[in-house]
């Protein structure tokens, strides 16, 4: 049986994988390898007020598997997550990692991943062995959902400009492509939606 539900605490392990996965742009920026990388999502998923905080996290459950994860915040508030996410993360960064993110540090501060307007989504990640079964349309629907219940009118969201399967997606969706910036070797694209 499929559901879409909050997420919970037990599901810290399968979404944050979820989630690393989704931002391998994250692991090139910290050097995280595929098992410090999840590591330290699932710590910042089990605390409050980060960008991957679970109260932020929604998940489609199918029989008691987590079969896709999204995330969403007030675009307001993207700012002050990514700092607390920062600064709760802050044990798992060494000085390899530090000099590699001052390296990028004017890329970070000046991308804008969401204007104050707008309802963002942070991650939305689908687990490969469900995939086709329109999880994803399904989250970007909640997504939406969830952006009229918190007053907003438009909903945002970035993605890798060589993920064409996403990119098209979003576009059948009503996304419209605003701009483009880059981190690392990385090129994103800002898509909005007006609700």
């Keep these: 049986m499929e559901t879409i539900r909050k997420s919970l605490p037990q599901d810290a392990n399968k979404a944050a994988k979820l989630m690393f996965d989704a931002m391998d742009w994250l692991g090139d920026l910290l050097q995280l390898n595929k098992v410090k990388g999840p590591q330290l999502v699932q710590t910042l998923y089990l605390k409050s007020n980060t960008r991957f905080s679970s109260e932020h996290t929604h998940v489609v459950d199918i029989d008691g598997e987590v079969a896709g994860i999204l995330t969403t915040a007030a675009g307001s508030k ?21 000099k590699n993110v001052a390296k990028h540090a004017g890329s970070l501060l000046k991308t804008k991943e969401a ?19 329109g999880i994803g349309s399904k989250l970007m629907d909640l997504a939406e959902k969830l952006a009229r219940e918190n007053g907003y009118r438009k909903c945002s969201l970035t993605v890798d400009a060589n993920n064409e399967k996403a990119r098209r997606l979003y576009n059948q969706l009503g996304y419209v492509e605003q701009s483009q910036f880059k981190l690392m070797h990385y090129t994103f694209v800002r898509m909005v939606k007006s609700l």
């Design 78 to 98: 993207l700012d002050g997550l990514n700092l607390r996410a920062a600064v709760k993360g802050f044990s798992f960064i060494t000085g390899k990692m530090l």
């Design 115 to 133: 204007l104050d307007d707008e309802y963002y989504i942070t991650t939305l990640s689908v687990d490969s062995k469900f995939r086709g079964k």
